[in-house]
């Protein structure tokens, strides 16, 4: 290339003489110059730009794994303003790799490793929205499943006419539990008639229940009080009181035994009772009923 230089420069020389020649070399020198300042600017301009491509790939694919992470924590609702602000960050990044291409690769390089240092510290850390917006579990209520009462159920809570509507004949009573249950809802009800026969019951299959005894005394008074059977009540306390001789309920018994036999008409038996009631129980709280009813002054 010099020698074909040398060859043109001789021509020139003996064409135009030494004077136009030599300024013609020193245009084709400066000609030289500039095309040799805009080949190393052109050059250094396309490393540049090989830098910035192959950086902002590595930005991307690092942006990506750090998406999919986000997404594994929070779900797929991450806000959009984290890719808006991960965008302007990789463009401003950009930018700033373009416009450092006329300084130097190394500035822009830089420049590019901390914007996306900071964009992947802003990716890792969860925002408050990204907490707020995140999938909450579905609140589980449980379903009030509505419970039939049954008879039982009902008298024990103290609705008596209920229990009564639905008791029917009773036939599944059968322990002294229920029974008595039964004749407590037939007398709450204004059914005396119908506890008397759940009351006969618990006396003649479970007289050794403990509830016997009440059962024989409520039988009593069912019958002098709601049925005006001072007989049949008489005969009611008599067994009461021989289920519990010493029982809580012995001396009651006693006393409206006395009480039955004289509403009865049988004033005879009724003041022999109220002699065997005075002898067990001289300072008995029932002394002046048993006074009244059995004729004693």
């Known amino acids: 290339m010099s020698q074909v230089g040398d060859v043109i420069a001789r021509a020139v020389r003996a064409e135009w003489g030494e004077d136009r020649a030599a300024a013609v070399a020193v245009q084709l020198q400066a000609r030289r110059r500039r095309r040799t300042r805009v080949r ?3 050059g250094a301009v396309a490393v540049v730009s090989i830098a910035v491509v192959v ?6 694919r690092a942006e990506d794994v750090a998406v999919d992470a986000t997404h594994a924590q929070w779900g797929p609702s991450e806000p959009a ?3 808006s602000a991960s965008a302007s960050a990789s463009g401003s990044a950009s930018a700033s790799g373009s416009a450092s291409a006329s300084g130097s690769a190394s500035a822009s390089a830089s420049a590019l490793a901390s914007a996306s240092e900071a964009r992947d510290r802003a990716l890792l850390k969860p925002s408050a929205r990204a907490v707020a917006t995140a999938p909450q579990p579905a609140e589980v209520r449980a379903v009030p499943v509505p419970v039939v009462a049954g008879w039982r159920e009902l008298a024990r809570g103290g609705d008596m006419q209920q229990a009564y509507d639905l008791l029917g004949h009773a ?5 002294a539990e229920d029974l008595m249950l039964v004749a407590d809802v037939m007398r709450l009800t204004s059914h005396p008639g119908e506890a008397v026969a759940p009351l006969r019951r618990v006396i003649d299959e479970h007289a050794a229940d403990p509830r016997a005894p009440l059962a024989a005394f409520t039988l009593g008074r069912v019958m002098l009080e709601q049925l005006g059977r001072p ?3 008489a005969d009611a306390f008599a067994r009461a009181a021989d289920l519990a ?3 809580p309920l012995a001396e009651d018994a006693a006393a409206r035994q006395v009480e039955a036999r004289s509403r ?3 004033a005879r038996e009724a003041k022999r009772l109220a002699i065997e009631y005075l002898r067990r129980y001289p300072h008995g709280r029932q002394v002046p ?9």
């Open 40 to 42: 190393a600017v052109v």
């Open 171 to 175: 036939d599944d009573a059968t322990t």
């Open 264 to 266: 009865a008409g049988d």
């Open 81 to 83: 303003a984290s890719a």
């Open 289 to 297: 009923l048993v006074l009244r009813f059995g004729g004693i002054k």
């Open 245 to 247: 001789p010493d029982g």
């Open 55 to 60: 950086l902002w790939t590595r930005d991307q």
């Open 231 to 233: 007989a049949d009540a």
